[in-house]
T-cell receptor, first 114, second 111 residues
Framework: NAGVTQTPKFQVLKTGQSMTLQCAQD?????MYWYRQDPGMGLRLIYY???????DKGEVPNGYNVSRLNKREFSLRLESAAPSQTSVYFC?????????????FGPGTRLTVL | GQQVMQIPQYQHVQEGEDFTTYCNSS?????IQWYKQRPGGHPVFLIQ?????EVKKQKRLTFQFGEAKKNSSLHITATQTTDVGTYFC???????????FGRGTSLIVHP
């Protein structure tokens, strides 16, 4: 099993460009998440999806959109990138079958917006 | 919203010394999780604590959940260079299944 995979690993954008970060998991998990990590700020939740077909805002959703394409895939879109969105983005998944469960993280996407 | 404070932000130790990171919540918790992130890597789950006063051990790592379920600690005995990384607590309260992460404690071990 690959676990949680993310593409791309690195990306450089210019201000105003758009892009989509892809995430997929092969653990048959119900819930998926997108976090951003900035130095000294820990992990902040952008959006999450409790199950296929549902998405909800997290702590820092502004400037982002998400799509839960199916049970395996959860994408994050930046419509008009800004320098403040320079960060490391992590996708995670959890089964949540019996309450709070372990979060499994992908390897991350390192994004720089110039 | 739930507030979480994790201290210290950084800790430098000599190899062989002990290390402790603390996590404090403004609200009573249902669960607390701990994760480790190696430099350049992604967070990896270490453990989950559920019961008041619970103590769990993983080799040289000891995790403790406070009696009031508002704080937790991670203690590493006799640090090694392989312990280098950032340790995060993740808090869960009420009926939420979505953890709130602390800002992490970065451990630097000098050989």
């Amino acid at each position: 099993n690959a676990g949680v995979t993310q593409t791309p690993k690195f990306q450089v954008l210019k201000t105003g460009q758009s892009m989509t970060l892809q995430c997929a998991q092969d653990m048959n998990h119900n819930s998926m998440y997108w976090y951003r990590q900035d130095p000294g700020m820990g992990l902040r939740l952008i959006y999450y999806s409790a199950s296929e077909g549902t998405t909800d805002k997290g702590e820092v959703p502004n400037g982002y959109n998400v799509s839960r394409l199916n049970k395996r895939e959860f994408s994050l879109r930046l419509e008009s990138a800004a320098p403040s969105q320079t960060s490391v983005y992590f996708c995670a998944s959890s089964s949540r079958d019996r309450g709070p469960d372990t979060q499994y993280f992908g390897p991350g996407t390192r994004l720089t917006v110039l | 919203g739930q507030q979480v404070m994790q201290i210290p932000q950084y800790q430098h130790v000599q190899e062989g010394e002990d290390f402790t990171t603390y996590c404090n919540s403004s609200t009573t918790l249902s669960n607390i999780q701990w994760y480790k992130q190696r430099p350049g890597g992604h967070p990896v789950f270490l453990i989950q604590l559920v019961k008041s006063g619970e103590v769990k051990k993983q080799k040289r790592l000891t995790f403790q959940f406070g009696e009031a379920k508002k704080n937790s600690s991670l203690h590493i005995t006799a640090t090694q260079t392989t312990d280098v990384g950032t340790y995060f607590c993740a808090l869960l309260s009420g009926g939420s299944y979505i953890p709130t992460f602390g800002r992490g404690t970065s451990l630097i071990v000098h050989p």
